[in-house]
T-cell receptor, first 112, second 112 residues
Framework: DVKVTQSSRYLVKRTGEKVFLECVQD?????MFWYRQDPGLGLRLIYFSYDVKMKEKGDIPEGYSVSREKKERFSLILESASTNQTSMYLCASSRLAGETQYFGPGTRLLVL | KQEVTQIPAALSVPEGENLVLNCSFT??????LQWFRQDPGKGLTSLLL?????REQTSGRLNASLDKSSGRSTLYIAASQPGDSATYLCAVWRNNFNKFYFGSGTKLNVKP
């Protein structure tokens, strides 16, 4: 079974802090994705990556950056956290683009 | 722009009932369509993926159909159980856009 893990289930941070969310997959997938999920807005794509050191902006990249130094790990960075970044963050991976996506359990981030 | 709509937003049924969840999309140039299940506070679990060339896919009590020309998909759940209670999301992968477009989901409650 594919396993996607995220570093934290819950996080509480202060405005202005730098926040790191980590995602690890164990199935040698090429593609990894970061989404945020908000009530009434659904899932929105922040960034995705097709390969190590490759990244592409999604629909809402502002205020975020990503890093993929190793194939199995995809990190989402909030450079200076703001209250409007309070959300559920979901990581996903897939073998190839357009194939089944496997999701991690999510990180619920609260920015005070 | 691809828009994905799921109606109804919420559905409550008694245990044992057969039910249909609906998903519609505005652009028929899709590569595939995927149905997911999400339990409260958790990540998404892939249920079924239908390629654009397919008409339906089945897994246990679940059957998903796709009518690409009319921009519709249905998820049929047979003999519903309380354990089926969750939010069901559909997502379409659009040709040349390299991302899934998600619907906002149908929240299903199966009453014992």
């Amino acid at each position: 079974d594919v396993k996607v893990t995220q570093s934290s289930r819950y996080l509480v941070k202060r405005t202005g802090e730098k926040v790191f969310l980590e995602c690890v997959q164990d199935m040698d997938h090429e593609n990894m994705f970061w989404y945020r999920q908000d009530p009434g807005l659904g899932l929105r794509l922040i960034y995705f990556s097709y390969d190590v050191k490759m990244k592409e902006k999604g629909d809402i990249p502002e205020g975020y950056s990503v890093s993929r130094e190793k194939k199995e790990r995809f990190s989402l960075i909030l450079e200076s956290a703001s209250t409007n970044q309070t959300s559920m963050y979901l990581c996903a991976s897939s073998r190839l683009a357009g194939e089944t996506q496997y999701f991690g359990p999510g990180t619920r981030l609260l920015v005070l | 722009k691809q828009e994905v709509t799921q109606i109804p937003a919420a559905l409550s049924v008694p245990e044992g009932e057969n039910l249909v969840l609906n998903c519609s999309f505005t652009d028929s140039a899709i590569y595939n369509l995927q149905w997911f299940r999400q339990d409260p506070g958790k990540g998404l679990t892939s249920l079924l993926l239908i390629q654009s060339s397919q008409r339906e896919q089945t897994s246990g009590r679940l059957n998903a159909s796709l009518d690409k020309s009319s921009g519709r998909s249905t998820l049929y759940i047979a003999a519903s159980q309380p354990g089926d209670s969750a939010t069901y999301l559909c997502a379409v992968w659009r040709n040349n856009f390299n991302k899934f477009y998600f619907g906002s989901g149908t929240k299903l409650n199966v009453k014992p």
